[in-house]
């Protein structure tokens, strides 16, 4: 799955919105690994009113970045042809978000190293040493250049999560509760202990791919500046 990178620069999305999430004077382009996973029920009728609200009792209840998400998500949800609801309303659609950071997990990855640079290669659960992968060269002037190894190194990762899901604006009250009609989660894996850079892009995420089941979790990398 790969969105259009054109769209996807924050500048052309909501400057206001963008202007609330990412406070740095100075931005850098920068690479952000997604991986999607969504659901949606069949032959439901959506709409055409909605509203965005933080999930009770998440972290997005109470995060002032909030206003910055909903005002993203609204847009991207508008494009559909759903209209947002005036305050006070009542929706058909509700769309509750929830967003956060889950604790550090260690991942193992493979990497190239240079073989003049390379150590011998160690299983970093067990402490033992462990076989090389094949090397390769890679050819500079004259012929002549490093040799690369295969190597499985541990790295420390922390998730940084978006779950957005569209709820039927009327309470089923013979269960006393709403219709899930469609929910999106959207991670985001690398060593930044940091969530707010990530809101925009996450929330552009969701608010695209809401309503439009994945057949598996899907990888998408979106390009923007932070």
Do not use: H
């Not at 952000?32 to 972290?59: C, H, I, M, N």
């Not at 193992?108 to 992968?133: C, E, F, N």
């Not at 604006?169 to 509760?177: A, I, P």
């Not at 994945?214 to 990888?219: L, Q």
């Amino acid at each position: 799955m790969i969105f259009d990178s054109k769209s996807l620069y924050l500048p052309t999305l909501l400057i206001g919105a963008a202007s609330l999430l990412l406070s740095a004077c100075e931005t850098t382009s920068y690479n952000y690994d997604l991986e999607v996973d969504s659901v949606a029920a069949v032959g439901q009728r959506w709409g055409p009113t909605f509203e965005v609200k933080p999930l009770p009792g998440s972290p997005a209840d109470t995060d002032v970045m909030f206003v910055g998400v909903a005002d993203i998500l609204r847009a991207e949800i508008s494009a559909k042809g759903l209209i947002p609801i005036a305050y006070g309303g009542e929706p058909d659609l509700i769309v509750l978000v929830d967003y956060g950071m889950r604790p550090p997990k260690t991942e193992l990855r493979s990497v190239q190293v240079p073989t003049s640079m390379g150590s011998q290669a160690v299983d970093p659960l067990t402490g033992l040493p462990i076989a090389r992968g094949s090397s390769r060269g890679t050819l500079g002037a004259g012929g002549m250049g490093p040799t690369f190894t295969e190597e499985i190194r541990p790295f420390v990762v922390v998730e940084k999560y978006m779950i957005v899901s569209a709820v039927d604006g009327k309470l089923d009250r013979t269960k006393g509760s709403r219709r899930e009609l469609a929910n999106v989660e959207v991670v985001c894996n690398d060593e930044r202990e940091e969530l707010e850079p990530y809101l925009p892009v996450l929330a552009m995420a969701c608010g695209r791919q809401i309503g439009t089941p994945t057949t598996e979790v899907e990888e998408v990398r979106i390009r923007a500046d932070r």
